[in-house]
């Protein structure tokens, strides 16, 4: 079955530095990947929508300038947090769905669990 | 606008008692798709099950059972005789037909305790 593949799975860094996270469909392409993140104890919210070849399309609220992502190619989508501060701590988890599973559900990375110190 | 309402923060079980996870929706469109994920401590989200509005079957696989009615816009997971094992955060989820985002309630977290 369709896979996405999501690194790295834990993140722990200092403050300041700049973040990458990578999203991989490993069995399809995807035109379309999706960036949550997961506050701890709280549900999934989106941040942003990736497309192939275009410009991310954002959520309210969130900032592009902070969270830069990149769908350079068919199966990879990347989410960098860019000047990470403490307050950007958190889980971040991308999932995309096979184009010929238009009723199916999306599938989701394993996650990236970010820490900034 | 859609959102799904999980009520249920928190729950607590003793290990092989039934449990039941309550989930409301709200949607203007008249097709639309609901999910249930389970989330373990370990973070990644596992499908449970997809059910399509036009499909109020219920469904029953192994110990869990998923009970739809549309006329009170709900969705509500039982699982029978749980076990320690199903101890995690369970999301119910909406994505209407067309749309490729998920809108997610805030999560049941469920603990069974031996």
């Known amino acids: 079955g369709a896979v996405v593949s999501q690194h790295p799975s834990r993140v722990i860094c200092k403050s300041g530095t700049s973040v990458k996270i990578e999203c991989r469909s490993l069995?399809?392409?995807?035109?379309?990947m999706f960036w949550y993140r997961q506050f701890p104890k709280q549900s999934l919210m989106l941040m942003a929508t990736?497309?192939?070849?275009?410009?991310?399309?954002?959520e309210q609220g969130v900032e592009k300038d902070k969270f830069l992502i990149n769908h350079a190619s068919l199966t990879l989508s990347t989410l960098t947090v860019t000047s990470a501060h403490p307050e950007d701590s958190s889980f971040y988890i991308c999932?995309?769905?096979?184009?010929?599973?238009?009723?199916?559900?999306?599938?989701f990375g394993d996650g990236t669990r970010l820490s900034i110190l | 606008a859609q959102k799904v309402t999980q009520a249920q923060t928190e729950i607590s079980v003793v290990e092989k008692e039934d449990v039941t996870l309550d989930c409301v929706y709200e949607?203007?469109?008249?097709?639309?798709?609901l999910f249930w994920y389970k989330q373990p401590p370990s973070g990644e989200l596992v499908f449970l099950i997809r059910?399509?509005?036009?499909?109020?079957q219920n469904e029953i696989s192994g110990r869990y059972s998923w009970n739809f009615q549309k006329s009170t816009s709900s969705f509500n997971f039982t699982i029978t005789a749980s076990q320690v094992v199903d101890s995690a955060v369970y999301f119910c989820?909406?994505?209407?037909?067309?749309?490729?985002?998920?809108?997610f309630g805030t999560g049941t977290r469920l603990t069974v305790i031996p």
């Open positions: 989820a909406l994505r209407r037909a067309g749309a490729n985002n998920l809108f």
């Open positions: 949607t203007r469109d008249t097709t639309y798709y």
């Open positions: 069995d399809f392409q995807a035109t379309t």
């Open positions: 999932s995309a769905r096979p184009p010929w599973e238009s009723n199916q559900p999306q599938h």
């Open positions: 990736s497309n192939e070849g275009s410009k991310a399309t954002y």
């Open positions: 059910r399509n509005s036009f499909d109020e």
